[in-house]
């Protein structure tokens, strides 16, 4: 992966992202204990639900904080490109190939194009985290986003760009 020195804007970036996922977490707990209230699972009442009742709550809260300030740094990633292109190849590579997948160009600037997911319950589920942006870097092209879809989608796109297509180019003649 490639490794970048974060701005002061990257920072907040990844604060927001923590107290986002402090809040998602906090919220799918309290869903699930309503849910186990609802079916007559477990008893309404805090001192009854949680072993300690309700100083448990601030134990499990303070557990929340702790992985939501680490989840963003597993959770996100920026990976290199393999690729041997132009940008105006990359580019044009990316806008084709994320408007085959559920996304949709969000930005373009001359050394970077973000994509977002076209279906607003997909966004709403990954709490408004879901841009792909590729980028120009120092070295190459670079993408950026949730880990799994970078993986996912910088390898469906390196197969589009040389030397992946060159080679593909080359076995079927």
């Known amino acids: 992966m490639l490794h970048v020195k974060p701005s002061k804007f990257e ?15 906090a919220f799918l707990t309290a869903a699930i204990i309503l849910v186990l209230v609802a079916i007559g699972a477990v008893e309404g009442n805090v001192e009854t639900i949680f072993e300690g009742g309700y100083s448990s709550l601030w134990k499990i809260a303070m ?19 393999d690729t041997t292109g132009s940008w105006d190849d990359v580019r044009n590579a990316a806008v084709a190939y994320f408007s085959e997948k559920p996304f949709k160009l ?15 319950i997909a966004r709403i589920s990954k709490m408004g985290e879901d ?14 986003g949730l880990r799994k879809d970078v993986i996912i989608f910088a390898t469906g796109l390196e197969y589009r760009l040389p030397p992946h297509n060159e080679a593909q180019e080359q076995n079927n003649h």
């Not at 107290?19 to 998602?24: D, I, L, T």
């Not at 841009?131 to 950026?144: H, L, Q, S």
Request: glycine content about 4%; hydrophobic content about 50%.
């Open 131 to 144: 841009r792909i942006t590729v980028r120009k870097v120092e070295d190459g092209f670079a993408m950026e």
């Open 106 to 120: 969000e930005n373009e600037t001359d050394d970077a194009v973000t994509f977002r997911r076209r279906d607003v």
């Open 11 to 25: 920072a907040m970036k990844y604060f927001i992202r923590s107290v986002k996922y402090f809040f998602y977490f």
């Open 63 to 81: 557990f929340f904080a702790l992985v939501a300030a680490v989840y963003p740094k597993f959770g996100f990633v920026c990976r290199k490109l």
